[in-house]
């Protein structure tokens, strides 16, 4: 109890000390003497009273007058004159990473009539207030554009406007909706992030500038300026607004053109406008018609009077067109007209044409005939242009589809009506091919006159028109004529081939019997070529007898001359042998046959003669004879003069034995005729 004595005295002296400190805090608080700032946050200072009296021109207080001030506060207790300030709390204004953001200045220099956007040559820096109104900064939209960060800024003074909110203090309706439609116009324009150009898209990127001097007359596109990076007044592409107008850039749709990447642009400042990349194709080229440059001069001569041909960058047709590729060519400063080099064709034809469709609006040709018919002929043209003539095609011409229209239709068909009123209608048709070729030696020195080179002329069948049927019937005439023509050559053919058949069969059948016909031939042949063989051997062998029987008789003959002559020959033949060889041998041989026919007729005599010596040797031949034939030596019937039996035996012999009487004898002596036998009784 008595310690709760001694504290209660306490407690109440504690209370008594709070109480005025925390109403003299709230008082404090209340008369604005104290403020706090979260660091995340910044305040904006209204000077509600000053003594040197309020604002009296723009809107920021320089020069501590009542208004808003140009320098904010930042994180932190702040100590203020009571009731002196109000303090707007404000966000710090943080930009994305990738986007944009756009700052509206409420104070500064009024902008001039010929000035879109606030420059911000000298006056860049958006956090210092002061700084920026002191260099000449001015009012309005402003070129410079704030990137990727953090920035405190006063928002009093300047409005910044982000993809996700509009950053600014005490906005009237009036300025309310002012902001957002700017706002909306930027997002429409995708102002809020970069330009990007992806380069698979096949994307160019043409720039229109909103701010700067207007473009002199007579000049439809701004010139390329700064575009060097050494250049100081290099601007990147139009990120750098500032030095784009120090280069002396135009107002209005740029020649330059922005290619693949990402750029960070003033929508404000200029807008963007995508168009696919200029693609010349394999087999073409293209052509340039410049609506900007200098003013060159013509280099097509004198005798080709069909517009200018200048030299590449001057205004007009470039005299060297673009090869085939991809070109990132500002479409507004010119016109590539495409023009094909390689072989293409035209068809006047209704239901066809090409896929370049440069014949889209061609027709059949519409032919008068000498014999008054009305058929449509279709045809084709072959036609090559020269790339290094493209640039003439063009200045002549325009582009090629109106050459096609406007000089190519009207010359080829008045060519081929010509032709069609010297034709009747069947030579027309029968002489196409002749036509055909005609046609194309004749119209292709017409072709290289417009430098084009003519390669082929096709044509067509000619036909009927619609509602016509008479060229029809005379189609059905000439095909009866023909089937006609044709029955008759089939005829004669068919007649040929039934000959030819004939023969044919004819030929069969005596290929059949000409095997017979052979066999027989050849068996007669055979018999012929054996009665024949026959008759040859049998007369063969009757003068093998006959020669036989003479060379018998002729050797019985030369045997009675005896060895000598054989001996003789002999030694005849042996001594021109030896006489070939050597004279010597030769004497030798001479001298041995000498001997040997010596010696031989010393035989011959010895056994009687030559004579006897035949006879002898007629005997022996005659015994060998009866030996090796087994003969009987006497005859099993003799007949006789006498008819006896032992005078016809003995008949042989007995003349033989005569025969070597005789000649022992003497030939002298011998009777005329031998003598028969006398018969013995």
Same mark, same amino acid.
């Given at each position: 109890?008595?310690?709760?004595?001694?504290?209660?005295?306490?407690?109440?002296?504690?209370?008594?000390?709070?109480?005025?400190?925390?109403?003299?805090?709230?008082?404090?608080?209340?008369?604005?003497?104290?403020?706090?700032?979260?660091?995340?946050?910044?305040?904006?200072?209204?000077?509600?009273?000053?003594?040197?009296?309020?604002?009296?021109?723009?809107?920021?207080?320089?020069?501590?007058?009542?208004?808003?001030?140009?320098?904010?506060?930042?994180?932190?207790?702040?100590?203020?004159?009571?009731?002196?300030?109000?303090?707007?709390?404000?966000?710090?204004?943080?930009?994305?990473?990738?986007?944009?953001?756009?700052?509206?200045?409420?104070?500064?220099?009024?902008?001039?009539?010929?000035?879109?956007?606030?420059?911000?040559?000298?006056?860049?820096?958006?956090?210092?207030?002061?700084?920026?109104?002191?260099?000449?900064?001015?009012?309005?939209?402003?070129?410079?554009?704030?990137?990727?960060?953090?920035?405190?800024?006063?928002?009093?003074?300047?409005?910044?406007?982000?993809?996700?909110?509009?950053?600014?203090?005490?906005?009237?309706?009036?300025?309310?909706?002012?902001?957002?439609?700017?706002?909306?116009?930027?997002?429409?324009?995708?102002?809020?992030?970069?330009?990007?150009?992806?380069?698979?898209?096949?994307?160019?990127?043409?720039?229109?500038?909103?701010?700067?001097?207007?473009?002199?007359?007579?000049?439809?596109?701004?010139?390329?300026?700064?575009?060097?990076?050494?250049?100081?007044?290099?601007?990147?592409?139009?990120?750098?607004?500032?030095?784009?107008?120090?280069?002396?850039?135009?107002?209005?749709?740029?020649?330059?053109?922005?290619?693949?990447?990402?750029?960070?642009?003033?929508?404000?400042?200029?807008?963007?406008?995508?168009?696919?990349?200029?693609?010349?194709?394999?087999?073409?080229?293209?052509?340039?018609?410049?609506?900007?440059?200098?003013?060159?001069?013509?280099?097509?001569?004198?005798?080709?009077?069909?517009?200018?041909?200048?030299?590449?960058?001057?205004?007009?047709?470039?005299?060297?067109?673009?090869?085939?590729?991809?070109?990132?060519?500002?479409?507004?400063?010119?016109?590539?007209?495409?023009?094909?080099?390689?072989?293409?064709?035209?068809?006047?034809?209704?239901?066809?044409?090409?896929?370049?469709?440069?014949?889209?609006?061609?027709?059949?040709?519409?032919?008068?005939?000498?014999?008054?018919?009305?058929?449509?002929?279709?045809?084709?043209?072959?036609?090559?242009?020269?790339?290094?003539?493209?640039?003439?095609?063009?200045?002549?011409?325009?582009?090629?589809?109106?050459?096609?229209?406007?000089?190519?239709?009207?010359?080829?068909?008045?060519?081929?009506?010509?032709?069609?009123?010297?034709?009747?209608?069947?030579?027309?048709?029968?002489?196409?091919?002749?036509?055909?070729?005609?046609?194309?030696?004749?119209?292709?020195?017409?072709?290289?006159?417009?430098?084009?080179?003519?390669?082929?002329?096709?044509?067509?069948?000619?036909?009927?028109?619609?509602?016509?049927?008479?060229?029809?019937?005379?189609?059905?005439?000439?095909?009866?004529?023909?089937?006609?023509?044709?029955?008759?050559?089939?005829?004669?053919?068919?007649?040929?081939?039934?000959?030819?058949?004939?023969?044919?069969?004819?030929?069969?059948?005596?290929?059949?019997?000409?095997?017979?016909?052979?066999?027989?031939?050849?068996?007669?042949?055979?018999?012929?070529?054996?009665?024949?063989?026959?008759?040859?051997?049998?007369?063969?062998?009757?003068?093998?007898?006959?020669?036989?029987?003479?060379?018998?008789?002729?050797?019985?003959?030369?045997?009675?001359?005896?060895?000598?002559?054989?001996?003789?020959?002999?030694?005849?033949?042996?001594?021109?042998?030896?006489?070939?060889? =050597?004279?010597?041998?030769? *004497? %030798?041989?001479? !001298?041995? /046959? @000498?001997? #040997?026919?010596?010696?031989?007729?010393?035989?011959?005599?010895?056994?009687?003669?030559?004579?006897?010596?035949?006879?002898?040797?007629?005997?022996?031949?005659?015994?060998?004879?009866?030996?090796?034939?087994?003969?009987?030596?006497?005859?099993?019937?003799?007949? =006789?003069?006498?008819?006896? *039996? %032992?005078?016809? !035996?003995? /008949? @042989?012999? #007995?003349?033989?034995?005569?025969?070597?009487?005789?000649?022992?004898?003497?030939?002298?002596?011998?009777?005329?005729?031998?003598?028969?036998?006398?018969?013995?009784?």
């Amino acid at each position: 109890m008595e310690a709760l004595q001694y504290l209660e005295p306490m407690t109440w002296t504690a209370i008594e000390i709070a109480v005025p400190v925390v109403v003299l805090a709230i008082l404090f608080w209340r008369s604005g003497v104290v403020r706090y700032i979260p660091n995340d946050r910044l305040g904006i200072l209204e000077k509600l009273w000053s003594f040197r009296g309020s604002v009296s021109n723009g809107f920021i207080a320089l020069n501590r007058e009542a208004g808003y001030q140009p320098e904010v506060v930042r994180g932190g207790l702040h100590f203020f004159m009571p009731f002196q300030y109000s303090i707007h709390r404000a966000n710090l204004v943080t930009i994305p990473q990738g986007q944009i953001g756009y700052v509206f200045a409420r104070d500064g220099k009024p902008l001039p009539p010929t000035q879109t956007l606030a420059s911000n040559t000298d006056a860049d820096d958006f956090q210092d207030v002061r700084g920026f109104l002191e260099k000449g900064g001015q009012k309005g939209p402003q070129r410079k554009i704030l990137r990727e960060g953090t920035y405190a800024i006063n928002l009093a003074q300047f409005i910044v406007l982000t993809a996700q909110s509009i950053h600014a203090v005490n906005l009237s309706p009036s300025e309310q909706n002012l902001f957002a439609n700017m706002s909306s116009v930027i997002s429409e324009r995708g102002g809020f992030e970069p330009v990007v150009i992806h380069n698979a898209e096949d994307m160019i990127g043409i720039v229109t500038i909103h701010d700067g001097p207007a473009l002199p007359d007579g000049e439809i596109i701004a010139p390329t300026v700064a575009n060097d990076p050494n250049d100081p007044n290099f601007h990147n592409n139009f990120q750098d607004p500032e030095k784009f107008l120090n280069a002396g850039g135009y107002r209005g749709r740029q020649l330059q053109v922005l290619a693949d990447g990402s750029y960070f642009l003033n929508r404000i400042f200029a807008t963007v406008e995508l168009v696919e990349k200029t693609i010349i194709d394999v087999g073409t080229v293209g052509v340039v018609v410049s609506y900007n440059g200098r003013h060159g001069a013509d280099i097509s001569g004198q005798a080709y009077r069909h517009g200018e041909l200048v030299e590449v960058g001057a205004r007009g047709v470039w005299s060297t067109p673009l090869l085939p590729g991809k070109y990132a060519f500002n479409t507004y400063a010119g016109n590539i007209v495409t023009v094909p080099t390689t072989n293409f064709v035209l068809k006047w034809t209704k239901e066809q044409f090409g896929e370049h469709r440069l014949d889209e609006n061609l027709s059949e040709v519409s032919l008068i005939t000498k014999d008054a018919f009305e058929p449509v002929l279709p045809l084709s043209v072959v036609v090559h242009i020269d790339y290094m003539k493209a640039p003439l095609v063009v200045q002549r011409f325009g582009d090629i589809k109106r050459l096609v229209e406007q000089t190519l239709d009207p010359m080829v068909s008045a060519y081929f009506k010509n032709i069609a009123q010297t034709k009747t209608l069947i030579q027309l048709l029968q002489e196409r091919s002749d036509i055909q070729r005609k046609s194309g030696e004749e119209m292709r020195e017409k072709f290289n006159s417009y430098s084009l080179e003519l390669q082929e002329v096709l044509i067509g069948t000619p036909r009927a028109a619609n509602d016509q049927n008479s060229i029809e019937q005379i189609l059905i005439q000439l095909r009866d004529r023909q089937i006609a023509v044709e029955k008759v050559e089939t005829y004669k053919l068919q007649e040929r081939a039934a000959t030819q058949e004939r023969t044919l069969r004819e030929k069969e059948a005596l290929a059949e019997q000409q095997a017979k016909i052979t066999t027989s031939a050849l068996t007669i042949e055979i018999s012929e070529n054996e009665g024949k063989a026959q008759l040859a051997r049998t007369r063969q062998e009757a003068e093998t007898i006959q020669v036989n029987a003479k060379a018998e008789a002729e050797k019985v003959r030369l045997a009675g001359q005896g060895e000598a002559d054989m001996i003789k020959a002999v030694a005849l033949a042996d001594a021109e042998r030896i006489k070939a060889t =050597g004279f010597a041998e030769a *004497e %030798k041989v001479r !001298a041995v /046959g @000498l001997a #040997e026919a010596e010696a031989t007729e010393k035989k011959v005599a010895a056994f009687g003669g030559p004579d006897y010596q035949l006879n002898s040797q007629v005997l022996m031949r005659f015994a060998e004879a009866i030996e090796n034939g087994k003969l009987p030596l006497v005859p099993q019937i003799q007949i =006789g003069a006498t008819g006896g *039996e %032992k005078g016809g !035996a003995n /008949g @042989l012999v #007995e003349m033989m034995l005569s025969m070597l009487v005789a000649d022992r004898v003497g030939r002298q002596n011998l009777p005329d005729e031998i003598p028969a036998p006398v018969e013995e009784d």
